[in-house]
């Protein structure tokens, strides 16, 4: 018997793509005016300063979140499910392109990032849409692509960080964020849709005390962004192995070779 495959609506994915890829063009037109944010505590004083650009990038991932419920709803098995699972990874999508573009200059790798970023947006659409369905023919190609571009987006997202030199009350939140939400997508897919939230807590602590330790190191933004990756990658590897109770020998040699060949990369990019 032949496998199904679904696919959405071209006109759907049309409309949602260029809304996302418009804010993001829009972004560019906006004046450079900043909003400064300020916290007065007994021993600390901390500032936010907030431009017109991040508040873009932020309408920017909710229109993601409520377009891709809007593309869910035309999936011919989706029925009543509730559809939030699938917007976990498009709206990170979104928000990390989006800051890692209003990074770059008004110039040629500005309008390269863009290009990447249709392309990253439109592959994370699709495969999001073909796991709704397990009996789906591309279903196992579709998890492993969610699960590279999750690794991949937070790379980018770390990186952009550090190379922003982000002040450290802020570096902590969202690396901790957005590990603990691309650690606990990855487990669903691994584990066929449990939700692992102690895990990915777990894996996210850790990660943001190590990205803590780091950020005082004289590193380069990939350097720093492939030792925080490679100790995410192999955290949530483990964890999924030990959820599938494979024994521990086992499930610790795979994440300490990958996290080894990653540390040993970021040390060769130095």
Not at 119 to 129: P, R, T
Not at 163 to 182: E, K, Q
Not at 189 to 195: A, P, T, Y
Not at 206 to 223: E, F, G, K, N, R
Request: charged residues 10%; proline residues 4%.
């Amino acid at each position: 018997m032949s496998q199904q495959r679904f696919l959405p609506d071209a006109d759907r994915v049309s409309v949602l793509l260029g809304m996302v890829l418009l804010a993001f063009a829009v972004t560019r037109l906006l004046p450079a005016q900043q909003y400064t944010l300020e916290l007065q505590l007994p021993n600390a004083y901390f500032t936010w300063t907030i431009d017109l650009n991040t508040i873009a990038t932020l309408l920017a991932a909710a229109l993601t979140a409520t377009g891709m419920d809007w593309l869910l709803r035309g999936h011919a098995t989706l029925g009543g499910q509730p559809t939030y699972t699938h917007w976990l990874l498009p709206t990170l999508t979104a928000f990390i392109v989006g800051t890692t573009l209003s990074l770059l200059p008004a110039n040629a790798l500005w309008w390269f990032g863009f290009g990447v970023a249709a392309l990253v947006l439109l592959v994370v659409f699709l495969a999001e849409y073909v796991v709704v369905e397990p009996a789906d023919a591309r279903y196992s190609t579709a998890t492993v692509v969610l699960s590279a571009m999750s690794y991949a987006i937070f790379l980018i997202l770390v990186a952009a960080l550090r190379y922003a030199d982000t002040r450290l009350y802020v570096l902590m939140p969202v690396i901790f964020l957005s590990a603990g939400l691309v650690a606990l997508r990855v487990l669903n897919l691994r584990l066929s849709g449990r939700w692992e939230f102690g895990w990915a807590a777990g894996i996210a602590l850790v990660v943001v005390q190590l990205s803590t330790a780091w950020h005082y190191w004289p590193l380069a933004p990939v350097q720093y962004g492939l030792l925080t990756l490679g100790t995410l990658y192999a955290l949530t590897s483990l964890s999924g192995s030990l959820a599938e109770e494979s024994p521990t020998w086992r499930a610790a040699v795979e994440p300490l070779v990958m996290l080894a060949l990653v540390w040993a990369l970021a040390l060769w990019f130095g």
